[in-house]
């Protein structure tokens, strides 16, 4: 008959619970190679995505996450400075993948890319931990996105209205005004909080972001993230994710928050860095597969929840001004929205450089009075009919009164480019944007 642990002598009893507790898991092991950004080790047992720490000759241990197996070796990157790792060095599991603090005292202050306070003000005071995995909320855990959300520009809020929730890209080549127009948003939103994510931007370029283009109202409901260029690949990833997870929880608390991330191109060369590290195969101009995995499943993170809202605004860094690359192709079927900033606005000193034209916002129809929409569709019209005419206009080859669309059209475009061109402290509410529409087309009662 089988006994029970209870029945043995005691000799055997200790034994038995030995056994039973046991936990034949290998926690560490030892680096064996570093090739690149990839350190290979023989053990720990651990999972993708784990953090594990490498104990270097002097100084602290070095954070790494696991991206991949190879013949039965762990490959790792690191997510610091490798100096004083080699062959040998000690690796440690620790179980579980990169933890961040969250809680409102977050408010206020600058991280880095893996959550660290990096703004001398103190560590950070948290209500809770959480994973910066995070989750997609299932589709019928999402709100529908009923209602307008402002953000202070005229030419958003006028002709490219966004809903809470909503997510759009803004895409731009480089020096047309981004961040700026990003600073004027989170200056001027009705949203709650402001989350910002800084990925692969010039260190030079952070604090002029802060101070000139937030400025310090902006920065006492924000939350901002930064990972430079400098730092290595997987840390300029974890940025995105850490800020993503910050907006989840300020979501999850039933608040409105504004997310800028500055830019997804550079998080997704990022990427490609660390694919192409671990072997896999670059497919488009070079982009590895897992960087057109990433970009959905990191994208659709934000939008709205069973309560609150993350409105979301993603740079895109058109290379060459080419709408049609890769990323901007993939972001622009991903997002429910795109504003197009235009080199050759920012050359006329016409700011915001958005072309509403080439814009679109797919949700406007469902946030905005019918009114409002009329007369946001009156005026783009009257622009594209004087921008298919201007050659004619410039070189004085259209006589008035031939066509009286055209007549319009000239007659209101100055009007129309002082509306859309807004100075970077200038506000306008959602009621003052309408109501210059109406001024516009003459149907102000």
């Known amino acids: 008959?089988?006994?029970?642990?209870?029945?043995?002598?005691?000799?055997?009893?200790?034994?038995?619970?030995?056994?039973?507790?046991?936990?034949?898991?290998?926690?560490?092991?030892?680096?064996?190679?570093?090739?690149?950004?990839?350190?290979?080790?023989?053990?720990?047992?651990?999972?993708?995505?784990?953090?594990?720490?490498?104990?270097?000759?002097s100084g602290p241990a070095v954070p790494a996450e696991v991206v991949g197996f190879r013949d039965q070796r762990v490959l790792l990157m690191p997510l610091a400075?490798?100096?004083?790792?080699?062959?040998?060095?000690?690796?440690?599991?620790?179980?579980?993948?990169?933890?961040?603090?969250?809680?409102?005292?977050?408010?206020?202050?600058?991280?880095?890319?893996?959550?660290?306070?990096?703004?001398?003000?103190?560590?950070?005071?948290?209500?809770?931990?959480?994973?910066?995995?995070?989750?997609?909320?299932?589709?019928?855990?999402?709100?529908?996105?009923?209602?307008?959300?402002?953000?202070?520009?005229?030419?958003?809020?006028?002709?490219?209205?966004?809903?809470?929730?909503?997510?759009?890209?803004?895409?731009?080549?480089?020096?047309?005004?981004?961040?700026?127009?990003?600073?004027?948003?989170?200056?001027?939103?009705?949203?709650?909080?402001?989350?910002?994510a800084l990925i692969g931007e010039r260190g030079r370029e952070v604090r002029e972001f802060l101070e000139r283009d937030l400025g310090p109202e902006g920065l006492e409901r924000s939350v901002v993230v930064v990972a430079t260029s400098d730092q290595p690949a997987l840390v300029r990833i974890k940025g995105a994710m850490v800020a993503t997870t910050i907006a989840e929880f300020f979501r999850d608390q039933g608040l409105d928050v504004l997310f800028v991330m500055d830019s997804v191109t550079r998080l997704a060369m990022a990427q490609r860095e660390v694919g192409l590290a671990i072997g896999e195969p670059p497919a488009t101009r070079g982009y590895t597969p897992s960087v057109f995995a990433l970009l959905p499943r990191l994208l659709e993170r934000t939008g709205p929840g069973k309560v609150g809202t993350i409105t979301g605004f993603y740079t895109v860094l058109v290379e060459g001004d080419d709408m049609n690359e890769p990323i901007t192709d993939t972001v622009r079927g991903?997002?429910?929205?795109?504003?197009?900033?235009?080199?050759?606005?920012?050359?006329k000193n016409h700011y915001p450089a958005i072309d509403v034209l080439a814009s679109v916002s797919r949700l406007m129809v469902e946030i905005t009075a019918e009114e409002h929409r009329t007369?946001?569709?009156?005026?783009?019209?009257?622009?594209?009919?004087?921008?298919?005419?201007?050659?004619?206009?410039?070189?004085?080859?259209?006589?008035?009164?031939?066509?009286?669309?055209?007549?319009?059209?000239?007659?209101?475009?100055?009007?129309?480019?002082?509306?859309?061109?807004?100075?970077?402290?200038?506000?306008?509410?959602?009621?003052?944007?309408?109501?210059?529409?109406?001024?516009?087309?003459?149907?102000?009662?």
Not at 106 to 134: E, F
Not at 170 to 183: D, N, P
Not at 334 to 347: K, P, Q, T, Y
Not at 421 to 433: A, D, F, I, K, L
Request: proline share 5%.
């Open 375 to 445: 007369l946001a569709g009156e005026l783009r019209a009257a622009l594209a009919t004087y921008r298919d005419a201007e050659d004619l206009i410039n070189i004085g080859a259209y006589a008035s009164g031939s066509n009286p669309q055209i007549d319009r059209a000239i007659s209101l475009y100055p009007k129309i480019t002082k509306f859309l061109q807004q100075g970077v402290n200038e506000t306008s509410s959602w009621t003052e944007t309408v109501r210059h529409l109406e001024q516009i087309l003459g149907t102000e009662s």
């Open 1 to 57: 008959m089988m006994k029970t642990i209870s029945d043995l002598s005691p000799r055997v009893k200790h034994y038995a619970n030995y056994l039973r507790d046991f936990d034949d898991t290998i926690h560490s092991g030892r680096v064996v190679q570093i090739v690149g950004l990839t350190i290979e080790s023989v053990g720990p047992i651990t999972n993708i995505g784990d953090l594990c720490l490498i104990k270097p000759r």
């Open 81 to 196: 400075e490798l100096t004083g790792v080699g062959p040998g060095s000690l690796v440690t599991a620790t179980g579980s993948p990169l933890i961040i603090p969250v809680g409102p005292r977050l408010l206020g202050r600058v991280l880095n890319g893996l959550g660290q306070p990096m703004d001398d003000k103190g560590i950070i005071h948290a209500t809770k931990h959480q994973s910066i995995l995070g989750r997609v909320p299932t589709p019928l855990e999402r709100q529908r996105i009923k209602d307008p959300l402002s953000v202070g520009v005229r030419a958003i809020d006028g002709l490219l209205s966004c809903g809470k929730g909503q997510r759009i890209g803004v895409f731009a080549g480089s020096g047309v005004g981004k961040s700026t127009l990003l600073g004027m948003m989170a200056r001027n939103t009705e949203a709650d909080v402001n989350v910002i």
């Open 334 to 347: 991903i997002l429910d929205g795109h504003i197009v900033l235009d080199r050759g606005l920012a050359e």
